[in-house]
């Protein structure tokens, strides 16, 4: 028996659409016959990947905003709502990492942290969640982390993000289920991006060894999952969290 998920007909967010496993997912979304909507902080990025990104489908636009800025996010879903008069699916996946040892991690480093990846995850899923209710019906799926799970030495704000990432996810699912809104968290593993690709080559050595699967994950790895999530096949899914890791630290 064989599958093709079809998003045709389909408006899609996602957030930091610009690079990475952002990229990957728009790809992904619009090689499935969705619309994507990008909304990036940086426009140089997207602007560099945007023939790449064209080649699949020209079903896209993008959207320059900074996810901690409530206003700004407010303002753009409501232009991606009068060009598109709806929003089926939401991706928040737009995230930094800023590392240190708690002891010495400063009050900015941690805010930054917490306003992009968690704050950021509230503003636009607040404000797509009223015209999903009104649609009665939508699929929420944020980009948490293994690391949310099980937390790391250097990433406390990071790990405290993303598990509030988590945490938000099953509330939106409790609290919307009655409105045909299902909401998900993907917790990837190591993925070769731009936020991995700064580490030592020991240390991307020494994660490597931790992985059942002996391969560092490909963006791709993460889009194919956030595909299922969006699709008919996952209908019964929601409040959940799918760990997409080669295997890692289970
Ligand atoms: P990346 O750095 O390649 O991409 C992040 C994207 O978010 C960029 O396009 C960036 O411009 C955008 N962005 C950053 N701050 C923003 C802001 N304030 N407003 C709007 N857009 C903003 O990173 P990557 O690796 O693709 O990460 C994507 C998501 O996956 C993040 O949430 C990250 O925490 C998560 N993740 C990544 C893992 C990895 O191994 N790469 C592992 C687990 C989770």
Redesign the pocket.
């Known amino acids: 028996m064989s599958f093709c998920i079809e998003l045709t007909g389909k408006t899609a967010i996602v957030?930091?659409g610009?690079?990475?496993?952002?990229l990957s997912i728009s790809q992904v979304l619009l090689n499935a016959g969705a619309r994507v909507m990008i909304?990036?902080?940086?426009e140089k990025?997207f602007i560099s990947v945007k023939d790449e990104i064209k080649k699949i489908s020209p079903e896209f636009d993008f959207y320059e905003?900074?996810?901690?800025n409530s206003e700004k996010i407010s303002e753009t879903v409501q232009k991606i709502i009068s060009k598109e008069s709806k929003i089926d699916i939401l991706i928040n996946?737009?995230?930094?990492v800023k590392d240190g040892l708690l002891i010495r991690m400063n009050d900015e480093d941690w805010l930054d942290v917490i306003n992009?990846?968690l704050n950021?995850m509230f503003y636009i899923t607040k404000n797509v969640l009223k015209h999903m209710v009104k649609a009665k019906s939508g699929r929420i799926i944020s980009?948490a982390?293994?690391i949310g799970e099980i937390g790391n030495a250097g990433q406390a704000n990071y790990a405290a993000s993303k598990a509030g990432i988590i945490a938000l996810t099953k509330s939106i699912a409790k609290e919307y289920a009655a409105r045909g809104i299902l909401a998900n968290a993907i917790a990837?593993?190591?993925?070769k991006?731009?936020?991995?690709d700064k580490l030592p080559e020991d240390v991307k050595d020494a994660i490597k060894k931790g992985i059942p699967l002996n391969r560092i994950g490909e963006?791709y790895d993460i889009a194919n999952a956030v595909l299922f999530l969006c699709s008919e096949l996952s209908g019964y899914i929601t409040g959940t969290v799918m760990n997409v890791n080669g295997g890692m630290y289970m």
């Open positions: 957030t930091g610009s690079s990475g496993i952002g909304i990036d902080i940086d990025r905003a900074d996810i901690k996946n737009a995230g930094i992009v990846n950021g980009i982390s293994v990837p593993g190591f993925i991006t731009i936020m991995t963006p």
